[in-house]
């Protein structure tokens, strides 16, 4: 069982940042992909971004240039830095963890953390 807590969303102006993050029980981190998914109301969740154990990265190219993520594996945490924040990014983050070696997979979703830009 993996337990996923988001924290650091809030209220910003647009062209200010924030810094998402998401801190993982258990000792399968190190080992999964990791993802920020972001749900705006009335929308369908998205994949923002995205990095796997190896550290690569992939974005959606609504936040590319613009959002960061990485992760550290010794604190068991990911993060997500968004820089030049615009009010269309305002939505639910959502942090998600994928491992899948056959007979054993994980696919964990956090509650969520508020994101919200004004103009």
């Known amino acids: 069982q993996v337990q996923l807590a988001e924290s650091g969303g809030g209220l910003v102006q647009a062209g200010g940042s924030l810094r998402l993050s998401c801190a993982a029980s258990?000792?399968?981190?190190?080992?999964?992909?990791m993802g920020w998914y972001r749900q705006a109301p009335g929308q369908e969740r998205e994949l923002a971004a995205s990095?796997?154990?190896?550290?690569?990265?992939t974005y959606a190219d609504s936040v590319k240039g613009r959002f960061t993520i990485s992760r550290d594996n010794a604190k068991n945490t990911l993060y997500l830095e968004m820089n030049s924040l615009k009010p269309e990014d305002t939505a639910v983050y959502y942090c998600?963890?994928?491992?899948?070696?056959?007979?054993?997979?994980?696919?964990?979703w956090g509650q969520g953390t508020q994101v919200t830009v004004s103009s």
């Open positions: 998600n963890l994928r491992y899948d070696a056959g007979r054993t997979s994980f696919n964990s």
């Open positions: 258990g000792s399968i981190f190190r080992l999964a992909v």
């Open positions: 990095i796997t154990n190896g550290g690569r990265t």
